[in-house]
Nanobody, 111 residues
């Protein structure tokens, strides 16, 4: 079992940046991929970014080129740097590690 604790959501204006953090604890040695999904109420959850232990990253089409995911293996933590935010990025962002999910953190982008 992996426990995930997220931080860093909040309010930003269009064009601004935010950084999310997700710290994993528990059975971290078995994690194959870790990262972030996001969900707008009434819509399906979609991948934002994932990263593997070897550092290889995958980005959803909507965020590619603006978001960057990194990981600190020593801290079992992943970070999502979100740049040039738009209102379309408004969503609840969920940390993901294999079959485990965080509680979600709200990101609101509004003038």
């Amino acid at each position: 079992q992996v426990r995930l604790v997220e931080s860093g959501g909040g309010l930003a204006q269009p064009g601004e940046s935010l950084r999310l953090s997700c710290a994993a604890s528990g059975s971290v040695g078995t994690i194959e991929a870790m990262g972030w999904y996001r969900q707008v109420p009434g819509q399906q959850r979609e991948v934002a970014a994932l990263i593997r232990p070897n550092g290889r990253a995958y980005y959803g089409a909507a965020v590619s080129g603006r978001f960057s995911i990194t990981r600190d293996g020593a801290k079992n933590t992943v970070y999502l740097q979100m740049n040039n935010l738009t209102s379309d990025d408004t969503a609840v962002y969920y940390c993901y590690a294999d079959a485990s999910w965080g509680q979600g953190t709200l990101v609101t982008v509004s003038p």
